[in-house]
Every structure is written in structure tokens, then in C-alpha cells.
């Protein structure tokens, strides 16, 4: 193994057993199935330089992780706030506004028909690409608000 096979990235954590663990690459997408697992969990994100497993290759090794925290979803009782119903309002059923939150992380705005809500929310957080976005983003916590059309996601530290 040589340094040119080594990959650093922001990872998330898709399984995790006792003895090995997967990892996608988040901003590229790859998949790294590890030889072992080095202690991370399901959902984490993991700032980690990875190396392939000779000879074969098929397998990966964590060389070092830089950082590791976990991530979670939650749906708030909330409705979107009146900054977010106004993105809403400026958009077309099916778009999506995206903007910086004061202080770190980013807001997505999706408006949906109103009697998709509640589907939309649920589908925000069942969906992968919602934990890879956070890991990408470097926060730790999703929340999900919902009203009328109007669902909020939140990414926040």
C-alpha cells in the first residue's frame, strides 16, 4: 500500500457491526466496506484517511480519523418560521431554496404540495442524502419542520 492509494474525506457511516463497518464517501459518493470496524457507529460522520487492503483491495482500512460525531434527525413540533414561509412564498411547488443559518450550517426550504407534507417530511428524514448533506455540511444535528406545503431542514451544529 502507498500513500497514492490513501483517500481522505468526510465520510458517513451507512452500517456498522462489530467487526467491520461501511463507509460512503460524501462528496463523491464511493462506497468503502472496512476490513474492521475502529469504533464508529451507523450515522456517524468521520473525518478519516482510508487505505485499501492488499492484495486484493476489495477491502479498506481507517489509516486515521481526524474526527468523528454522530449525527441525528429529528421532526420538530414547529412550524417553519416566518423567514422560511417567505422563501417558500417566493418559489414554485417543487423547488427548493437553500440559505445560511446565523452561525453554521444551512436551511432548506422545499415547497410541496399541501397535501404532500407530511409524506415530504417523513421522506427528508428517512432519506441517506439528508445525513451525507450534514456530514458535507459539518453539523451534527437535521431538524425537520412542516406545515402546509412548506417543509423546513434544517442543518444545524
Known amino acids: 500500500m502507498s500513500d497514492s492509494d490513501e483517500k481522505t474525506s468526510t465520510f458517513l457511516v451507512t452500517h456498522a457491526e462489530g467487526d467491520s463497518a461501511v463507509l460512503k464517501d460524501v462528496h463523491d459518493g464511493q462506497v468503502h466496506t472496512l476490513s474492521s470496524n475502529p469504533g464508529v457507529e451507523e450515522t456517524d460522520a468521520v ?10 483491495n476489495l477491502t479498506w482500512s481507517v489509516v486515521e480519523v481526524e474526527e468523528r460525531r ?26 427548493i431554496a437553500r440559505t445560511e443559518r446565523a452561525g453554521d450550517g444551512e436551511i432548506h426550504v422545499l415547497t410541496v404540495p399541501p397535501e404532500d407534507t407530511e409524506e415530504a417530511a417523513t421522506d427528508v428524514l428517512d432519506d441517506e442524502g439528508t445525513l451525507s448533506r450534514a456530514a458535507r455540511l459539518g453539523v451534527s444535528r437535521v431538524e425537520v419542520r412542516a406545515e402546509d406545503g412548506v417543509v423546513s431542514v434544517r442543518y444545524m451544529p
Open 47 to 56: 473525518e478519516a484517511t482510508v487505505a485499501p487492503d492488499p492484495p486484493m
Open 70 to 95: 454522530g449525527l441525528s434527525t429529528e421532526r420538530s413540533e414547529e412550524p417553519p418560521t416566518t423567514q422560511e414561509q417567505d422563501l417558500a412564498a417566493e418559489q414554485d411547488v417543487g423547488e
